[in-house]
Nanobody, 128 residues
Framework: QVQLVESGGGLVQAGGSLRLSCAAS????????MGWFRQAPGKERVFVAA????????YYADSVRGRFTISRDDAKNAVYLQMDSLKPEDTAIYYC?????????????????????WGQGTQVTVSS
């Protein structure tokens, strides 16, 4: 059974940092782009960041660029999201996901529709 499990969420003050982890099991995702999305209460799920299958290229939403860093460790079958300078508007449930298109990394990697495996999410709350 393929699973993505996020961890590392929590409550943090504005300006603080958190590091989210996503552990994959059931298959390797070394050929797939990996992404992070978030969903705030009452809002749609939106793109946060993505990393190419090679690990060498990344995309970020404008709202997090310069504050968040996505990375992957294929030896551990894991992907990470380092979040610095957190703001109250970063409060959301954060989901990791795997792109179903092997060796692909393009503008479609910013779309939730390109991802077929999703974790259950981890809550991040940033207090002001």
């Amino acid at each position: 059974q393929v699973q993505l499990v996020e961890s590392g969420g929590g409550l943090v003050q504005a300006g603080g940092s958190l590091r989210l982890s996503c552990a994959a099991s059931g298959r390797t995702f070394s050929k797939d782009a990996m992404g992070w999305f978030r969903q705030a209460p009452g809002k749609e799920r939106v793109f946060v960041a993505a990393v190419a299958w090679s690990g060498g290229t990344t995309y970020y939403a404008d709202s997090v660029r310069g504050r968040f860093t996505i990375s992957r460790d294929d030896a551990k079958n894991a992907v990470y999201l380092q979040m610095d300078s957190l703001k109250p508007e970063d409060t959301a449930i954060y989901y990791c996901a795997a792109d179903y298109r092997p060796f692909a990394f393009d503008t479609a990697s910013l779309l939730a529709a390109s991802y077929d495996y999703w974790g259950q999410g981890t809550q991040v709350t940033v207090s002001s």
